[in-house]
Structure formats: C-alpha cells, structure tokens
C-alpha cells in the first residue's frame, strides 16, 4: 500500500523502508526419540485395535493428523500407502476433505510388514463391526 502510495506520488517515501524486521528465532522440530517410541508401542499394547493402527500409521510413516484421519483402505495396496489428501474440521463447517498441506506433500509409503499386518488385523475387525451393525454403519 505505501509503494503503491509513493507511486501515485501520494508520499515522498516509504516509511516502511527504514524499518528492520525482527529476528525471528527458528524453533526445533519436536520428536520423539527411540525410547518414548518404545514405551509408547509398549502402551499401545493393551488398547484398541483402531487406535494402534492410527499410531503405528503416524509412527512408521511420518504422518501429520490430518493426513491420518482422511486415509482409506484405498490408499493401501501392498506394502505401499498413499498419502494424497488430509481432513480439516472448521468450526461451522464441520469436518471437510482437503489437498494436503503442500504439493509435496503428496507422497508414496512403503510400511513395514508389521504395520500391514495390524492394518490387516484392523480392516477385518472393522468389517465385522460393520457387519453387525448392517444398515445403521451407514448411518440410515
């Protein structure tokens, strides 16, 4: 606006021009280290099925939330797993589907056997809950 301002010749100069940003101080990424990964998996251990699955995902393949809780099984063949879209929930808007957060984000996985099979474990325990539930899965 005040280039803009300076071109209309509206102000001589741009006083924005002498200011000095501040320095930004650049934070370090949090992770967990091999042994809270451990004693999570240890945790993990006597909790559901669904939830393991959901940890082991983010875990093993470096996932962000959003990207998690918009996966499909579609998004599974082989070893290989997709990550091509994420979930955002707005207030007022409710939950909706999204691009991920950036362009490279868009990646292929390739998990460990021990993580397919516990997605295998999961998928099948899914489809039987599905199935005793019949039409109300559907939510009709």
């Given at each position: 606006?005040?280039t803009a ?14 200011l ?12 967990y280290d091999n042994?809270?990964?451990v004693?999570?998996?240890e945790?993990?251990e ?5 939830y ?5 995902i983010?875990?093993y393949?470096?996932?962000?939330l ?14 290989i797993?997709?990550?091509n879209?994420?979930?955002?929930y ?17 990646r ?5 056997n021990?993580v ?19 039409d109300?899965?559907k939510?009709?």
């Amino acid at each position: 606006m005040l280039t803009a301002a300076v071109q209309w010749q509206l102000i001589e100069s741009n006083p924005a021009k002498r200011l000095k940003p501040p320095k930004v101080e650049k934070s370090h990424a949090k992770f967990y280290d091999n042994t809270d990964v451990v004693k999570m998996f240890e945790c993990l251990e006597s909790e559901p099925l669904q939830y393991k699955a959901m940890i082991y995902i983010t875990i093993y393949g470096g996932l962000r939330l959003s990207e998690v809780v918009a996966l499909e099984w579609d998004d599974i063949s082989g070893n290989i797993l997709s990550i091509n879209k994420a979930r955002q929930y707005v207030s007022g808007k409710g939950c909706f589907e999204k691009s991920t957060k950036t362009t490279s984000s868009n990646r292929e996985i390739t998990l460990p056997n021990n993580v397919i099979s516990l997605l295998e474990e999961y998928h099948a325990w899914q489809n039987e809950e599905q199935s005793k539930l019949g039409d109300l899965w559907k939510g009709s």
